[in-house]
């Protein structure tokens, strides 16, 4: 079955750092691919998505993704972060039960 | 506001209680999603619905729980005789016709806590 695993489970940032998020997803063919965003108190949000063609994809708020096949990943990267980047990220893979699978989940704390 | 509205925002129950969560969709979105968000863990798909028909129900969802959508607008998510392992956040999350579930919009979550 499709899944994703996110490396880390919590990171520590100081403001303007450059930040990426490791997700691998398993095998399966065509894969559609997303993280998500959750700020403190709100919903949760989609960030960007993967379905196919250039593997560099940029999202909402400045974070960009990079499909990488050969090594089965679809990072998150920011080149210069913000306090208000302060979040929970989830990547997430579309199965083929048209289901979203989320990975764990990394919480993101950025200090001022 | 027009977003997923879910209510209440925070339920705290004593282990064998029944509770109830109400969760009404955006205007026109037909579709309605619950999912499950553990401690640790990222949100897991337990039921969906296309107006008042529930189409797909995972088999996280034990015989405790039932999701209603009577007139296919709000949609509630009943559980029965709460355990501890029932903590957790339920979002729901809605999409107009014919959207992929990842178009959906979700709510803030109802986070339960079982004592």
């Known amino acids: 079955a499709q899944s994703v695993s996110q490396h880390n489970h919590h990171v520590i940032l100081s403001e303007a750092a450059s930040l990426e998020l490791g997700c691998n997803y398993s095998y399966g063919g065509t894969v559609n691919l997303f993280w998500y965003v959750q700020y403190p108190g709100q919903h949760l949000q989609l960030l960007l998505k993967?379905?196919?063609?250039?593997?560099l994809v940029k999202g909402i708020k400045g974070f960009e993704a990079e499909f990488i096949k050969s090594k089965f990943s679809f990072n998150l990267r920011k080149p210069s972060v913000q306090w208000s980047d302060t979040a929970e990220y989830f990547c997430a893979v579309l199965n083929r039960d048209d289901k979203i699978i989320f990975g764990k989940g990394t919480r993101l704390h950025i200090l001022p | 506001d027009t977003g997923v509205s879910q209510n209440p925002r925070h339920k705290i129950t004593k282990r064998g209680q029944n509770v109830t969560f109400r969760c009404d969709p955006i205007?026109?979105?037909?579709?309605l999603y619950w999912y499950r968000q553990t401690l640790g863990q990222g949100p897991e798909f337990l039921t969906y619905f296309q107006n008042e028909a529930q189409l797909e129900k995972s088999r996280l969802l034990s015989d405790r729980f039932s999701a209603e959508r009577p007139k296919g607008s709000f949609s509630t998510l009943e559980i029965q005789r709460t355990e501890q392992g029932d903590s957790a956040m339920y979002l729901c999350?809605?999409?107009?016709?014919?959207?992929?579930?990842?178009?959906?919009?979700f709510g803030q979550g109802t986070r339960l806590t079982v004592v």
């Open positions: 205007s026109e979105h037909n579709r």
């Open positions: 993967y379905f196919s063609g250039d593997p």
């Open positions: 999350a809605s999409s107009l016709p014919g959207q992929a579930p990842w178009r959906a919009f």
